[in-house]
């Protein structure tokens, strides 16, 4: 099987080891983070290979970061960039049920991520081009590299997978008229009902979302809703799902999960149904767990949460 590539910026990931505000927490945990890269293992443990192109500083979070990605089975295509640092991220446990996530990636080596760089993905021999809106929004250069890697995929005949996945402090300017034009260029968009309101914000439910979507070009939208499952239109059908009920832990990964599964089941051939049902699945299995994609199954381990029997012998 090709790979699905994917291109982003991974950054070092602090994680608070206590319930409290940064400003009195003093333990931390070291590990990785990146809606792409979390893309990218959630296909690795399912079994889909899967390419992340992005730059990392030459630093020891850098090496860490293609490290990591290395660990997990993803073939990393990672541009070293002795210029600029790798970017951190800091995620805060406020209260047991909110958490908060900051960024220092101003000027960092992912953001200088450029259309030079594209060689190394090879995206014409892949399965699928898998972009997020989080991209286009760290620099003009990152901008025109997404734009790039769908026209090459375009021509190439790849399908191309777009999530809004919307960060409002790296925006300046509206993000809508960006959103729409990478929508209208995917083949397969997914968005939460919020980001989707971005643009159609006069809609007033998500399979309307959905629809409107749909109207821009993509065959595939999906309206990603939590812990209420999703909505999804795919070839003019509506199709809906319920999240599975766990108790959850940390919700910061989910939608990366949940994309994941989706585009796994869609490369094995699998019916709509089957795809929803392993995003909807991924996407619980991520809030299990507090790392962004640390508690993510394998494929042997799909049926775990909803077995009847807690003890496996």
């Not at 995917?186 to 939460?192: D, L, P, Y």
Request: with cysteine; aromatic share 4%.
């Amino acid at each position: 099987m090709k790979p699905v590539v994917t291109l982003g910026e991974t950054m070092g990931l602090f994680r608070a080891a206590s319930i409290g505000s940064l400003a009195h927490v003093s333990d931390f945990t070291l590990g990785i983070g990146g809606a792409e890269s979390n893309v990218a293992i959630a296909l690795t443990r399912l079994g889909t290979p899967a390419r992340w192109l992005g730059r990392v500083g030459a630093d020891p979070i850098g090496r860490r970061v293609v490290r990591e990605l290395r660990a997990e089975g993803v073939d990393v295509r990672a541009i070293v960039d002795p210029g600029a640092p790798t970017g951190i991220m800091v995620k805060e446990q406020r209260t047991s049920d909110a958490t908060r996530v900051q960024y220092y990636r101003a000027a960092s080596a992912g953001s200088r991520l450029c259309i030079d760089d594209l060689a190394a993905a090879d995206i014409p021999n892949t399965a699928l081009l898998h972009v997020t809106g989080i991209t286009p929004a760290l620099s003009s250069s990152a901008h025109e590299a997404v734009l790039e890697a769908i026209s090459i995929a375009s021509a190439a005949g790849i399908p191309v997978s777009f999530d809004i996945n919307h960060r409002p402090s790296l925006w300046r300017d509206d993000p809508a008229p960006v959103y729409r034009e990478l929508a209208s260029a995917a083949q397969i968009v997914f968005a939460g009902d919020d980001e989707a309101r971005l643009l159609f914000p006069d809609s007033a439910t998500p399979l309307e979302l959905a629809h409107h979507i749909a109207d821009l070009g993509p065959s595939q939208v999906v309206i990603k809703l939590g812990e209420a499952g999703c909505v999804a239109v795919i070839d003019g059908t509506e199709y809906q799902r319920d999240a599975l009920a766990i108790r959850a832990v940390d919700t910061v990964g989910a939608g990366d999960a949940f994309v994941a599964g989706y585009l796994a089941e869609l490369l094995a051939g699998l019916s709509v149904d089957d795809r929803i049902t392993t995003a909807v699945t991924l996407g619980a299995f991520a809030c299990l767990n507090s790392g962004d994609w640390e508690g993510l199954p394998t494929r042997d381990e799909l049926g775990l949460l909803t077995r009847s029997e807690p003890v496996q012998r």
